[in-house]
């Protein structure tokens, strides 16, 4: 089966440092998103991006944040000068369509620990 | 997105059925109910959605109430594989503000017993 697959699966940074979370989406999904899960609580949304512009983001996604498809496969999220609150595990997903018949593949996830 | 209101927390034994409730009683007409999952140390997994009519698939079954107000996933033979918590999302017409974002509750927390 079709797989999201998400790298690293566990990154330390120093506060302040830049960090970028890879992903690549299933091959003929059009529809990308992250998503972050801070330790005991819920998944919050963060972006989705579609046609490679932003569709849509959350208050979360301040301009700390920046997401970019760089080729065909791969979809990428920055965090530029992390804090200590950026600690989560960061989800990946993808969809065939944005209509909401469609489900999401999720990736593992990346757990961000900032230091 | 409408809200949706689940138990905090069931229980089951293996390879019994485990019926798990969703209230969501200001669905719109258009709103689509999904479910997820997340395994332990895993990301969300989709399980199923459907509309108006009950819907199965190889991993549940949804069964809607007629009003629409409330729905069911229903997993038929519970495995401790099915140790998760689910989560019930309503998923509204894209193109709006909510364009195809999911918004994640607390879910319910779904213990298998041997």
């Known amino acids: 089966e079709p797989e999201v697959t998400q790298t690293p699966s566990h990154q330390v940074t120093q506060m302040g440092q830049e960090v970028i979370l890879r992903c690549v989406p299933i091959s003929n999904h059009l529809y990308f998103y992250w998503y972050r899960q801070i330790l005991g609580q819920k998944v919050e949304f963060l972006v989705s991006?579609?046609?490679?512009?932003?569709?849509?983001k959350s208050e979360i996604f301040d301009d700390q944040f920046s997401v970019e498809r760089p080729d065909g496969s791969n979809f990428t999220l920055k965090i530029r000068s992390t804090k200590l609150e950026d600690s989560a595990m960061y989800f990946c997903?993808?969809?065939?369509?944005?209509?909401?018949?469609?489900?999401?593949?999720f990736g593992s996830g990346t757990r961000l620990t900032v230091v | 997105d409408a809200k949706t209101t689940q138990p905090n927390s069931m229980e089951s034994n293996e390879e019994e059925p485990v019926h798990l409730p969703c209230n969501h009683s200001t669905i719109s007409g258009t709103d689509y109910i999904h479910w997820y999952r997340q395994l332990p140390s895993q990301g969300p997994e989709y399980v199923i959605h459907g509309l108006t009519s009950n819907v199965n698939n190889r991993m549940a079954s949804l069964a809607i109430a007629e009003d629409r107000k409330s729905s069911t996933l229903i997993l038929h033979r519970a495995t401790l594989r099915d140790a998760a918590v689910y989560y019930c999302i309503l998923r509204g017409n894209a193109g709006g503000t909510s364009y195809g974002k999911l918004t994640f509750g607390q879910g319910t927390i779904l213990t298998v017993h041997p």
């Open positions: 991006f579609y046609n490679n512009e932003i569709s849509e």
């Open positions: 997903a993808s969809s065939e369509g944005g209509q909401r018949i469609y489900g999401y593949t």
